[in-house]
């Protein structure tokens, strides 16, 4: 099975409804079953003081359209792995437009050119 959008950097979309480019209308949620481990884990890398910050962040960040300091795919299953090469922000998104996890690695660019080879079609 193959992912049913092609590699993008265009995240939110304002109309709601699915394009060429995103096929889910933006990320809306973080999975609520381990936003608290999330949070735990990485809220104070991405400077979060809440949980609800933490999935609002990961939430802005997966709608954020940059083309210029931002880069992504699409893997097999349709999630979306994006990453900014200015902040170091790396989240992965499920078709559904729940954001799954959100962090800064602490490899940076060397992790997402592993995530890439490891996931990318």
Do not use: C
Not at 49 to 76: C, G, M, P, R, W
Request: avoid cysteine; charged fraction near 20%.
């Amino acid at each position: 099975m193959s992912a049913t959008k092609g590699p993008s950097n265009l995240y939110g979309n304002p109309a709601g409804i699915p394009t060429e480019h995103i096929n889910y209308p933006y990320a809306v949620t973080f999975n609520q079953r381990t936003l608290m481990k999330h949070y735990n884990d990485h809220g104070d890398e991405v400077g979060a003081t809440s949980a609800q910050e933490y999935q609002e962040l990961a939430i802005d960040f997966a709608n954020d359209v940059n083309n210029v300091t931002h880069d992504s795919f699409v893997d097999q299953n349709g999630s979306t792995y994006k990453f900014s090469y200015e902040t170091g922000e790396f989240a992965i998104i499920k078709s559904d437009g729940t954001v799954i996890t959100y962090y800064i690695p602490d490899r940076g660019e060397a992790y997402w050119e592993d995530v890439k080879r490891k996931h990318s079609v």
